[in-house]
């Protein structure tokens, strides 16, 4: 398996099928063979386990993938990597290799035909360029128990940010809502052809049985989004502006009082749980 992260074999192989790296595609491989067998031991996958895997590349991931999942179905965007996939883990019996984008794939569907009876869960070296659209696609599926994958550092620091610092918003309460982050371990550029400016880590998100609150979801993200869209605004002021001609500054000044926070408080130092009061209170004052 250490031949997919050998460097000359990479490069010997990508040639011989005439391959050039994309930078749009988010084309970074690995080469060093630790990182994908611990970000591959890490995911959990045993023989009950249907792993959906974002971008193969040349199939490092994958074939880690394979020696312990029971199935896995690796989606790649680029038709060009289909005949070295062919080459390099087409004789596995539990891998499918689909050439698609997944921004455009069915995942309920895949996950029906490609794993059916078995435990979906998602392990990828995301392609950073659509970190988080991918990611915001697979946890809105609400398909996937657990999800194991390769980031940017800055995005995985945003994903499991706490209140009151820089790093806290909107896309790591999105997460946290619903899944329970935790950062793994980082991978520096030079695990990687060609190298990154910036350093990854691996982080994995645990579903969470009921979301981390029990509000009205649509208004609780409304709250949120107009509290971190001005985010050097204090809240009131920020959700006057997010609510306008919904709710009146002072109604909403009454909210944040009622919920017991400060006049000055702003979106950033609010817990998850205090986002959820503030949408119950504004849920009954916008009846
Ligand atoms: N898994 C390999 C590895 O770790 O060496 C490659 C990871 S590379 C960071 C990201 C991969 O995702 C590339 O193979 C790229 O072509 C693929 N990719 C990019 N955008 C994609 C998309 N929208 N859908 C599926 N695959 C995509």
């Given at each position: 398996?250490?031949?997919l992260?050998?460097?000359?074999?990479?490069?010997?192989l990508?040639g011989?099928h005439?391959f050039r790296?994309?930078?749009?595609k988010?084309?970074?491989?690995?080469?060093a063979?630790?990182?994908?067998?611990?970000?591959?031991?890490?995911?959990?996958?045993?023989?009950?386990?249907?792993?959906?895997e974002?971008?193969?590349?040349?199939?490092?991931?994958?074939a880690e993938?394979a020696?312990?999942?029971g199935?896995?179905?690796?989606l790649?965007?680029?038709a060009r990597?289909?005949?070295v996939?062919?080459?390099?883990?087409g004789?596995?019996?539990?891998?499918?290799?689909?050439?698609?984008?997944?921004?455009?794939?069915?995942?309920?569907?895949?996950v029906?035909?490609h794993?059916?009876g078995?435990?979906?869960?998602?392990c990828?070296?995301?392609?950073y360029?659509?970190?988080?659209?991918?990611?915001?696609?697979?946890?809105?599926?609400?398909?996937?128990?657990?999800?194991?994958?390769?980031?940017?550092r800055?995005?995985?620091?945003r994903?499991?940010?706490?209140?009151?610092?820089?790093?806290y918003g909107?896309?790591?309460?999105f997460v946290d809502?619903?899944?329970k982050p935790?950062?793994?371990?980082d991978v520096?550029?030079?695990?990687?052809?060609p190298?990154?400016?910036v350093t990854?880590?691996?982080?994995?998100?645990e579903?969470r049985?009921?979301?981390?609150?029990l509000?009205?979801?649509?208004?609780?993200?409304?709250?949120?989004?107009?509290?971190?869209?001005?985010r050097?605004?204090?809240?009131?002021?920020?959700?006057?502006?997010?609510?306008s001609?919904?709710?009146e500054?002072?109604?909403?000044?009454g909210c944040?009082?009622?919920?017991?926070?400060?006049?000055t408080a702003?979106?950033?130092t609010?817990?998850?749980?205090?986002f959820?009061?503030?949408?119950?209170e504004m849920?009954?004052?916008l009846e």
């Amino acid at each position: 398996m250490g031949q997919l992260t050998d460097y000359n074999y990479i490069m010997a192989l990508l040639g011989r099928h005439g391959f050039r790296f994309s930078k749009a595609k988010g084309q970074n491989f690995l080469v060093a063979p630790w990182v994908p067998e611990r970000i591959a031991a890490e995911s959990g996958a045993d023989g009950r386990t249907g792993v959906l895997e974002i971008g193969p590349g040349v199939g490092c991931l994958t074939a880690e993938l394979a020696r312990r999942a029971g199935r896995v179905l690796a989606l790649e965007i680029d038709a060009r990597l289909m005949p070295v996939l062919a080459e390099t883990v087409g004789a596995l019996g539990n891998v499918t290799v689909l050439n698609g984008d997944v921004m455009d794939a069915e995942l309920g569907a895949l996950v029906v035909e490609h794993f059916g009876g078995l435990t979906p869960a998602v392990c990828a070296n995301l392609p950073y360029n659509i970190t988080t659209p991918v990611l915001t696609k697979l946890i809105a599926s609400g398909l996937f128990p657990t999800v194991t994958v390769m980031i940017q550092r800055e995005v995985a620091r945003r994903i499991c940010a706490v209140p009151g610092t820089a790093d806290y918003g909107a896309f790591g309460i999105f997460v946290d809502f619903y899944y329970k982050p935790s950062q793994l371990f980082d991978v520096p550029p030079d695990c990687f052809e060609p190298r990154p400016k910036v350093t990854s880590t691996v982080i994995r998100l645990e579903k969470r049985e009921t979301p981390a609150a029990l509000v009205d979801e649509k208004l609780f993200f409304q709250i949120v989004r107009a509290a971190f869209n001005q985010r050097r605004k204090t809240l009131v002021n920020a959700l006057a502006s997010g609510f306008s001609g919904r709710l009146e500054k002072a109604r909403i000044a009454g909210c944040i009082a009622a919920c017991g926070f400060t006049e000055t408080a702003r979106g950033e130092t609010l817990s998850i749980e205090a986002f959820a009061r503030l949408t119950r209170e504004m849920g009954r004052a916008l009846e």
